[in-house]
């Protein structure tokens, strides 16, 4: 929800202090591919997102551990992954979050979130693995990058950014 900015000459009244507390909400993101071909879908994959918007500042934490009916889609390297926002963004920037990848039990890397549209954003790895061992693919997050993605492994990260 929206905050409604503060106006000179406002009183201060209980109702107007719940209009000026962000208030966080549950949200489930869309998830495409930068082609459209081989779109994912989370299954029965563990959601648990929320965002809170305070004027035009949008925080937002993102955990999704995906399950044995999740589908990574099928577009390999080049169809790379998009995750819907749960609001609007102001314009496409390239850094409004840090993220954990983790691929396997002992496998972990770093991503940036970027905008690739004011509604979109993508994951760039930018880390090799936690353990040493070199990233299979790297680049932005897909189907195959940093590896290949199975039932419990997860995404995890926080977000912040201007609303439209």
Do not use: K
């Not at 918007?53 to 949008?58: A, H, I, K, N």
């Not at 509604?119 to 997050?141: P, Q």
Request: charged residues 15%.
């Amino acid at each position: 929800m929206p905050i409604t900015p503060w106006q000179a000459g406002q009183r201060i009244t209980a109702g107007r202090m719940n209009l000026i507390t962000p208030v966080w909400s549950s949200w489930t993101p869309d998830w495409e591919t930068s082609t459209g071909a081989g779109t994912p879908s989370l299954g029965n994959a563990t959601v648990d997102c929320e965002y809170c918007q305070t004027g035009d500042l949008v925080v937002a934490r993102f955990e999704i551990t995906f399950g044995s009916s999740t589908s990574f889609g099928g577009g390999g390297t080049t169809d790379n992954w998009r995750f819907g926002l749960p609001v609007t963004a102001a314009a496409t920037v390239n850094a409004i979050g840090h993220f954990g990848l983790d691929t396997s039990a002992t496998t972990r890397v770093y991503a940036r979130a970027r905008l690739a549209t004011t509604s979109l954003f993508e994951l760039d790895i930018s880390t090799g693995r936690v353990d040493g061992a070199g990233v299979t693919n790297n680049g932005l997050v897909d189907a195959l990058s940093p590896e290949t993605w199975g039932s419990g492994d997860g995404i995890r990260g926080t977000l912040q950014y201007r609303a439209a």
